[in-house]
């Protein structure tokens, strides 16, 4: 099966003329330009058919990715330290799943991913506006360490976009349930499910777009999307840098409620 390009080329229609940060590996892009009137660093996990680990050669984050995203995060609050503007951090996100493989497991993929979580919440909780933009699959551990910890999520509206802790193929395995089986549970089970409207039923999309080009942004998608970021920065500013704004749909009643009663007991 091919990698995806869909990560690589809205990182490089939204990043056109920015400086390109150096010093990570072949698999994670990022660079610093502007998006409206505010500085933004964007970043993403790129297919490297190179990658000295074979698992993570199609996109997937793994070793190199954790720690390289987590990386990059980390230099643009050291720039900003002071700044009173911090940058903007946008999260492209196109990632089939973690690296899965008996050296990454060896070497620590769980403290790698940690520390790109990590990075990602230290930036939003010091002020920096976190954006995720879902342009391809947003799986498993690959989405948890790049993109989830974001104040706002955005989706673009196509089949190709999906959210889910593992791929259909190893979720119907999991279950012992046929992939039919499995689509047809997740048509009255929105968790089940891997479709972006059964996603933002969930409450967590900030915005769903619809774009002409999916693979290869037009000129007309590009600044519908920048129009898109830049809505959501400003709705940042001056709102909480947690995550309370996810909170409330109707498909997570229980689980506020559950909030609720520990909140009481505690």
Known sequence: MSASTRGLNWFNALSAGAAEVVGLP??????????????????????????????????????????????????????????????????IIDVPSQAYGRREEALGIHQALAGAVDAYARARLAGHPVIGLLVGKAMSGAFLAHGYQA?????????????????????????????????????????????????????????TLSVSQIEQPSASDIATVEGCLIAAVKDVQGSSNDLSSRLGAPNRAASSKVRELLRAQW
Do not use: C
């Open 26 to 91: 072949a698999s994670v892009k990022a660079a610093d330009g502007q998006l409206g009137d505010y500085p933004a660093r964007f970043l993403a996990v790129v297919a490297d058919s190179d990658n000295r680990f074979p698992r993570a050669q199609n996109g997937e984050v793994g070793l190199l990715e954790g720690w390289g995203l987590a990386k990059a995060v980390d230099a643009a609050i050291e720039l900003d330290g002071q700044n009173p503007q911090k940058r903007a951090l946008i999260a």
């Open 151 to 207: 104040n706002r999520l955005i989706a673009l509206r196509d089949p190709g976009v999906m959210v889910h802790a593992m791929g259909k193929a190893s979720a119907a395995r999991v279950t012992l349930r046929s992939v039919e089986e499995l689509e047809k549970l997740a048509a009255s089970i929105p968790p089940m499910a891997y479709d972006i409207d059964s996603y933002a039923g969930l409450g967590l999309l900030w915005e």
